[in-house]
């Protein structure tokens, strides 16, 4: 069993010492988050463009007209994760792609099947799909190299991408959208969710936010911190080390739990309440550290988009919501 870090201190610690801990737990190839430096630093380099002020500036009124259709085609009665979370996190990743809305179903469709195979630790039909998400991913790179998506789309700029004169492989193109698109997807569903329950329980929270927009991602921060979208991320010790007096050896896998991490009580006092006084350099919610999330900026705006449109929204609560 991979030893689980919960505290907050030794988190940090960990995030903070790439040389020590390393990304590469798995063979799979995974970009850039299971590099190490250089490597790291180089793919690093190549994506954060991407989620860059005039990337996202491009992309928000998309975003406004995807999340205002979304909210007037919701039911009166609704089911919070599965008619408004997923929908959301997947339209949204999908048009930020600049992808023709028929891939939505496809992916969504690819999801479903993917959560199932790995909770039953079906191996094969993973393999299976991976393989299916690569074929469905290399179609969409090549309509984007014949000129059928704009210059300026996300896809059109991925494919133009090159390391040292070199353009990428398919195949690291492929593990960069997967992290993108499906990996983040439970991310954005989750945090939905999670902001939806909080407002709808939270009356005094919700008029303050109603009052004051501008203090959304401040607050969509905080509510996350103790309700995390992103269960846990791995490292491998490097070398052999000792951990709050316990020995650690050389390729040890360990756990960062970020949930425990941010609401480690030495950390945060009341660790489970919404408090608008806190620190927010203490919250790990996107990580921190060389790995620190690249794609903060995109989650923070439609974060932000989805819960201006929720707050100003008028129909049946969804705590009453049929499943
Ligand atoms: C609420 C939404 C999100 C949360 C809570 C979140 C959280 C995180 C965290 C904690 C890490 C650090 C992982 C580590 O240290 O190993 C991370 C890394 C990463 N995230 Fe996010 N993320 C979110 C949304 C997104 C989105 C929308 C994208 C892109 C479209 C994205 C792309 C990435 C990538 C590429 C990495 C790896 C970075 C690296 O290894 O250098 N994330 N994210």
Redesign the pocket.
């Known amino acids: 069993m991979s030893p689980v870090i919960r505290k907050h201190a030794d988190v940090v610690a960990i ?1 903070h010492a790439p040389e020590a801990w390393s ?1 590469q737990v798995s063979s799979h190839l995974n970009v ?2 299971g ?1 190490d430096a250089p490597e ?1 630093t180089r793919y ?1 380099k190549l ?1 954060e463009p991407f ?1 860059d002020a005039q990337t996202l500036h491009r992309f928000e009124p998309v975003l406004k007209q995807l999340v205002t259709r979304l909210f007037r085609d919701l039911p009166e009665e609704f089911h919070v994760e599965s008619e408004l979370a997923y929908p959301f996190a997947l339209q949204a ?1 999908c048009a ?1 792609m600049g992808w023709p809305r028929e891939l939505e179903a496809a992916l969504l469709q690819w999801i479903q099947r993917q959560k199932k195979a790995s909770a039953a630790g079906d191996r094969e039909t993973m393999r299976q799909l991976a393989a299916e998400f690569s074929q469905l991913m290399v179609a969409e790179f090549n309509r984007a190299r014949s000129g059928e998506y704009p210059g300026d789309s996300v896809t059109s700029r991925l494919v133009h991408l090159s390391i040292e004169g070199e353009p990428l492989s398919d195949e690291y193109l492929v593990s ?1 959208v997967r ?3 499906v ?2 997807l439970g ?2 569903a989750n ?1 939905v969710t999670a902001i939806v329950n909080f407002l709808q329980a939270n009356n005094v929270v919700r008029k303050q936010l109603q009052q004051a927009t501008e203090h959304i991602d401040h607050a969509v921060d905080e509510i ?1 911190r103790f309700n995390a ?2 269960a846990s ?3 491998r010790a490097v070398c052999p080390m000792h951990m709050r007096g316990q020995a650690v050896e050389a390729d040890t896998v360990v756990t ?1 739990d ?1 949930g425990a991490a941010n609401t480690d009580p030495e950390v945060f006092e009341q660790p489970h309440q919404f408090r608008w006084d806190r620190d927010p350099r203490d919250n ?4 921190a ?8 900026p ?2 923070r705006l ?2 932000r988009v989805f819960t201006q449109a929720l707050l100003s929204h008028k129909t049946r609560s969804p705590a009453h919501a049929s499943p």
């Open positions: 995030l990304n850039p988050n590099m790291h690093r994506i989620f990743q930020f960069i992290n993108w698109t990996g983040e991310t954005i945090a996350l979208p992103l991320n791995r490292r960062l970020w790990l919610l996107y990580g550290g060389i790995h620190v999330c690249p794609g903060a995109l989650a439609e974060l």
